[in-house]
């Protein structure tokens, strides 16, 4: 798989203009009403391998939620005779 640089080294600009650059986008592949599924699929992956994108590793999940960690706020507002129009 061919990669013209490293994926960490790009900011959102620089895969903006590379987007621009290559002339294609995700949107019109997605939207290309000729191509199957499986064709949108690959296409999609050899836009990203163009691009020089990579597979991001999943961050670490956050620990079990306890109970403690639960702070409910409940306000309750009544208005006397409002003519509103909600």
Known sequence: MHRPWPASSLGAAEVAQAVQAA?????????D???????KASQLLAL????????QPAPQPLPPIEPDDIHL??????????????
């Open 73 to 86: 706020i409940c306000w309750t507002v009544i208005l006397p005779g409002c003519d509103c129009d909600f």
């Open 48 to 55: 990203a391998d163009r691009l020089g994108l990579a597979r």
């Open 33 to 39: 009403g000729a191509l199957t599924e499986d064709d």
């Open 23 to 31: 002339g294609v986008t995700a949107d019109h592949l997605l939207n």
